[in-house]
């Protein structure tokens, strides 16, 4: 017992494998068709990219596509066939190119443009938890969507929040009853990157910080506000890369479904 719990603490969708071993029980299967079900969802395929079907089974988590420095054709192989393995998928950075391209191998695909994120998903993931995405400024919006569509697709419940910077500080008010029932919180800022310090000044819940590549000359890009966030005082800050919504939205899924599930025993 002790070695199938191992196991299934590792494969985080075990549920995947055990309902089909159940259909195939049950006569809804053949052996043929569970075996090629097995080996699709284990497929280290190369397509010109390599394609990690195990991802999920592994962590929990499909592989995404990131398009930016692809070829719109070399992030439609990817997309299409990370959808036939998970009946679901996930891209980001992505540019219009990208999208009619991918479009044209899955049909039901869906572009947000503001982010650069686009989704396909079979059915509906039921979200679960809270985390809030608060930004900083309406410029950051791009990068609070992309955390904002990635939590959803991951199947975490968020709420989006934005314009409550330390400009005009008394408008994060109006968030106050979204960071009390979170789980995790996500802030995102540019400019010089103040607002996920004074977040985490006051939250019980980690805050993951993200800057921006929003700001003036000496902002560098966003280096200014990565540094400010890097050399902050609050407890419970942590920092990700320059205008990295989705990885902050992977993390704060991940401490999300610790909250939920109770942690890991």
């Not at 709420?159 to 979170?182: C, M, P, Q, T, Y």
Request: aromatic content about 6%; charged content about 25%; overall charge negative.
């Amino acid at each position: 017992m002790q070695a199938v719990s191992n196991i299934k603490s590792l494969i985080m969708n075990y549920e995947k494998l055990t309902e089909l071993l159940k259909k195939f029980k049950e006569g809804e299967l053949s052996e043929e068709e569970v075996v090629g079900a097995i080996n699709k969802l284990l497929s280290y395929e190369s397509i010109e990219i390599k394609i990690d079907g195990l991802r999920e089974l592994r962590k929990g988590l499909p592989e995404t596509v990131f398009c930016l420095r692809k070829t719109p054709k070399q992030a439609a192989k990817a997309f299409k066939k990370l959808y036939e393995i998970n009946g679901r998928a996930l891209a980001t950075k992505a540019s219009k190119e990208h999208f009619e391209e991918i479009k044209e191998e899955v049909s039901s695909a869906r572009y947000f443009p503001a982010s650069g994120v686009i989704i396909a998903d079979e059915e509906e993931k039921e979200r679960l938890g809270y985390v809030t995405v608060i930004g900083a400024g309406s410029s950051d919006y791009p990068v609070c969507e992309e955390a904002h569509l990635t939590l959803g697709f991951l199947g975490s419940e968020s709420f989006l929040v934005l314009d409550v910077g330390v400009a005009g500080v008394h408008r994060l008010n109006s968030a106050l009853e979204h960071i009390e029932k979170s789980n995790c919180l996500i802030v995102v800022a540019g400019m010089e990157g103040a607002l996920p310090s004074l977040i985490a000044g006051f939250s019980p819940v980690p805050v993951i910080g993200v800057p921006t590549s929003v700001g003036y000359g000496v902002s560098f890009g966003g280096v200014a506000p990565l540094l400010a966030m890097l050399n902050s005082c609050a407890e419970g800050l942590s920092v990700v890369n320059i205008d990295n919504g989705f990885g902050a939205a992977v993390s704060a899924h991940l401490i999300n479904m610790l909250a939920v599930k109770g942690g890991r025993s």
